[in-house]
Every structure is written in structure tokens, then in C-alpha cells.
């Protein structure tokens, strides 16, 4: 079995994709990965063993711009991504059985399109639950597309949310699969989704809502399996080890891959705010390009390293929110602090909030007194107690139980398309 894994995103969508096709090697499969050109995510999948097809554009070339695109030229660019990642996926494809994508919208199209031009089983991957239709939580609204004040119908936003979608996504999508000779789609959020997608979730993080009547319309199929972790097996480097055993566990802040240009100061506020609790200070650098503050012996900058050694070490972990880095920090047993910028982030907070194992910080700006009131939270000891007792309960094996689900439905659907695919 050959399978063809399509990403374009940060490195959260990347990484589970490598942690897949880690796990469908083991089982056997020829594997490669589609994702962005970016030097670190080459770096990611040749230190898996993982075959890598760049897409075209570096992601944090386009995340990390002088400026936001305007949501009025998202169509645009939305139909060029289309047509990129088309052309990256298919010269990646020979010979490949299954489809498997996740990332942003128009690059999941794209993959669909791929799979249907070699008639071969296409799936679907969301990382976090409210990415997917349900009545039982309000979808993300798109960029520039606000939902009514005041509107907390989830069927009513669920359908803006698809009139969205087709405004949005529809045009280029549906332009390139007529250059195809493919059928345009009406539904586009059942077009990228499909009725049976993958959860690659934590069930316990981040559960799946349970069925019910108000489900019943939707017609989906979830499967939710664990979050799909890629092992980590670099040992820390020796002056962190060294910070590390010098003093108390410190707090680790870092906000991955989100610029954090609302909050330019961002790492001098949370250096302080840390240093008020009479923590020291891990930070990591991140696409925010944070840095030491001043000469002080407490703080330590780190790059890429190792979160799954580093995090156990660490009185909490300060962070975007992030699927990723939230289910590393939590198998961690390490406290959290989520500062939210955008999409999902808010939902791992809130979930961090309620488990207890840590806080959500109110809004995407902190300031000293609103980070400090949140480490408080995070750093009391019941909090510690609560986010220890959590730890164990993690799924480690997400991504295994994935590559059999998916070595089955193969077999099953032998070279169909995907069963909803008349639907769409």
C-alpha cells in the first residue's frame, strides 16, 4: 500500500502528518508527505525517515509577511493555493492508493482533486473538534466574515458558516476542477470534510460530542482516534541541561508559530510576569522570534527542541494553544497558561480551564497584571495535582490506531472513492 499524506500549514499540521506515516510505514506502507517548502519542516520529516514532497511557498514566509493579507484578496489566494498544491500532490502521487489531507481549506480541495484524478480513497484529517460540523458547538469564523452579534443559533451559524465556505473557497476551487473535467461542488464543507472524517484528537483533551438527535442531519461519521504524536527522541542540549539543574523547574513560554504581531512586547511581559512568581524562564524562540530581555542569569532562550523532554522539567508551559503543544504540555503533566490568537486556540484554553490544569488567558494581548493573574491559576499547587493526574491518561497511540483504520477502509472501499463522494 502507497499513501500520499497532503499538508499546508504550520508545523502543528505538519508534524501528526509525520507521525502518521510513521506509524503506516510500521504497518508496512510506502509513504510520502506533501507540505510546505519550509527548511524546518524537510528538517522534521528526514529526521522521521519520512519522504518529503515540497509544496510550493514556505509557510512562514506567508504567516510571518510585513502585513496580513486583506480578507478581500483571501479568494484569490485561495485559488492559487488550490492550483499549487494540486500540482504538488500529483507530482508526489505515482503509484499511491489513498489520499490523506488536513491544513487549510483550499489545499485539502486540492488533494480531493488528486484522489479523484487517480480514482483512488480519499480522507480527511481535523486536529481539534470544533474544526468539524456538529449542533453541538459553533463553527470558526472565516477571515473577514464575522458571525451576527448576537447569533448563538450553532444551526443558524453552521449555515453561514457553509455560505462562507462557498463564497470564500467555492470559486476557485470549483474553477480548477472544471480545468479538471471534474464536477463542481455546491457543499464545499462536505467536499473538504467528507462524512467520515478523522479526529486526531485526545478523547479525553478533547472530546468528540456524543451523538444525539440534534446530530442526526449532519450525517457524520467521526473518527476520532487519539492525537497523532511523532515520538521525539533528541536529547536536550547540554547548557539547557545545565539551566535546567541549576535551579527550580522554570516556566517555559513560547508561542510556536503564531507571530504575535498584536502583541509586540509580548516576551518582556511574560519574562516579568514570570519573574513576579519568582520563576525562572525558558523561552522559545518561536516565529515571534523571542529573545532574552536583558543579561539576567534566569532566562534561557531556546529554539527547536525537545518539548516532550523539556516540558516534564517545567513549572508550567505559557503557550498559544496550539493542538500540539496543548497535548505535549498535558502528557507532560505540566500546568498551562494559553494565550489564544486564533482559530481552535480558544477551544484547547477553554478545555485546559475546565480540566483544571491550567488557565485561559483572556484575549490574545497579556499584560503583566492579566499573564500574572493566569500563572497564579496555573502555578497553584492543586493545579499541579490536577495536571499530574491528567497526564497518564493521554493516548499515546493515535497514530497507530489511525494506520489500521485506514489499512482497513482501504481494503474496503478497493480504490473507490470515498463513500459520500456522490454527495458532494
Known amino acids: 500500500?502507497?499513501?500520499?499524506?497532503?499538508?499546508?500549514?504550520?508545523?502543528?499540521?505538519?508534524?501528526?502528518?509525520?507521525?502518521?506515516?510513521?506509524?503506516?510505514?510500521?504497518?508496512?506502507?510506502?509513504?510520502?508527505?506533501?507540505?510546505?517548502?519550509?527548511?524546518?519542516?524537510?528538517?522534521?520529516?528526514?529526521?522521521?525517515?519520512?519522504?518529503?514532497?515540497?509544496?510550493?511557498?514556505?509557510?512562514?514566509?506567508?504567516?510571518t509577511g510585513s502585513a496580513p493579507m486583506a480578507p478581500e484578496a483571501l479568494p484569490q489566494r485561495a485559488a492559487a493555493m488550490t492550483v499549487a498544491q494540486y500540482e504538488a500532490v500529483l507530482a508526489g502521487s505515482a503509484g499511491c492508493d489513498a489520499v490523506v489531507a488536513t491544513g487549510l481549506v483550499p489545499a485539502v480541495a486540492a488533494a480531493r482533486s488528486v484522489a479523484e484524478t487517480l480514482g483512488v480513497p480519499f480522507f480527511y484529517v481535523a486536529f481539534f473538534p470544533t474544526m468539524l460540523p456538529s449542533l453541538h458547538h459553533r463553527p470558526h469564523a472565516l477571515p473577514g466574515r464575522p458571525f451576527p452579534p448576537?447569533?448563538?443559533?450553532?444551526?443558524?451559524?453552521?449555515?453561514?458558516?457553509?455560505?462562507?465556505?462557498?463564497?470564500?473557497?467555492?470559486?476557485?476551487?470549483?474553477?480548477?476542477?472544471?480545468?479538471?473535467?471534474?464536477?463542481?461542488?455546491?457543499?464545499?464543507?462536505?467536499?473538504?470534510?467528507?462524512?467520515?472524517?478523522?479526529?486526531?484528537a485526545d478523547p479525553v483533551l478533547a472530546p468528540w460530542p456524543q451523538s444525539s438527535d440534534l446530530d442526526l442531519?449532519?450525517?457524520?461519521?467521526?473518527?476520532?482516534?487519539?492525537?497523532?504524536?511523532?515520538?521525539?527522541?533528541?536529547?536536550?542540549?547540554?547548557?539547557?541541561?545545565?539551566?535546567?539543574?541549576?535551579?527550580?523547574?522554570?516556566?517555559?513560554?513560547?508561542?510556536?508559530?503564531?507571530?504575535?504581531?498584536?502583541?509586540?512586547?509580548?516576551?518582556?511581559?511574560?519574562?516579568?510576569?514570570?519573574?513576579?512568581?519568582?520563576?525562572?524562564?525558558?523561552?522559545?524562540?518561536?516565529?515571534?522570534?523571542?529573545?532574552?530581555?536583558?543579561?539576567?542569569?534566569?532566562?534561557?532562550?531556546?529554539?527547536?527542541?525537545?518539548?516532550?523532554?523539556?516540558?516534564?522539567?517545567?513549572?508550567?508551559?505559557?503557550?498559544h494553544g496550539g493542538a500540539g503543544t496543548t497535548t505535549t504540555a498535558a502528557r507532560a503533566g505540566a500546568p498551562q497558561v494559553i494565550v489564544p490568537q486564533l482559530v481552535d486556540q480558544p477551544y484547547w484554553g477553554a478545555r485546559v480551564a475546565e480540566l483544571g490544569v491550567g488557565a485561559l488567558h483572556d484575549g490574545p494581548t497579556p499584560t503583566f497584571d492579566s499573564l500574572s493573574a493566569a500563572l497564579?491559576?496555573?502555578?497553584?499547587?492543586?493545579?499541579?495535582?490536577?495536571?499530574?493526574?491528567?497526564?497518564?491518561t493521554v493516548r499515546t497511540d493515535g497514530a497507530n490506531i489511525a494506520a489500521r483504520r485506514l489499512f482497513d477502509l482501504n481494503l474496503n472501499l478497493d480504490h473507490d472513492h470515498d463513500h459520500d463522494h456522490d454527495r458532494s
Open 217 to 319: 442531519d449532519l450525517d457524520l461519521d467521526v473518527l476520532q482516534t487519539g492525537a497523532w504524536l511523532l515520538s521525539d527522541e533528541r536529547p536536550l542540549p547540554a547548557d539547557l541541561l545545565a539551566f535546567l539543574d541549576r535551579g527550580e523547574p522554570p516556566v517555559y513560554v513560547g508561542f510556536g508559530s503564531m507571530p504575535m504581531r498584536g502583541a509586540s512586547d509580548v516576551g518582556r511581559v511574560a519574562v516579568e510576569a514570570v519573574r513576579a512568581q519568582g520563576r525562572r524562564v525558558v523561552v522559545g524562540r518561536g516565529w515571534a522570534d523571542l529573545g532574552l530581555v536583558d543579561e539576567q542569569g534566569d532566562c534561557f532562550v531556546v529554539g527547536d527542541v525537545n518539548h516532550q523532554a523539556l516540558f516534564p522539567r517545567t513549572a508550567a508551559v505559557v503557550h
Open 1 to 63: 500500500m502507497r499513501v500520499l499524506l497532503s499538508t499546508y500549514g504550520s508545523r502543528g499540521d505538519v508534524q501528526p502528518m509525520a507521525a502518521l506515516a510513521v506509524a503506516l510505514r510500521g504497518l508496512g506502507a510506502e509513504v510520502r508527505v506533501c507540505a510546505p517548502s519550509d527548511e524546518e519542516f524537510a528538517k522534521l520529516l528526514a529526521g522521521a525517515g519520512v519522504e518529503f514532497v515540497p509544496a510550493a511557498d514556505p509557510v512562514r514566509t506567508v504567516v
Open 150 to 200: 448576537g447569533e448563538t443559533d450553532n444551526q443558524t451559524l453552521w449555515d453561514i458558516n457553509s455560505e462562507n465556505f462557498r463564497l470564500l473557497y467555492g470559486p476557485g476551487i470549483n474553477a480548477h476542477r472544471q480545468a479538471l473535467g471534474q464536477p463542481v461542488v455546491d457543499d464545499v464543507v462536505r467536499h473538504v470534510f467528507t462524512g467520515r472524517p478523522f479526529l486526531a
Open 376 to 392: 497564579i491559576v496555573a502555578l497553584a499547587p492543586e493545579t499541579r495535582a490536577r495536571a499530574t493526574a491528567l497526564a497518564p
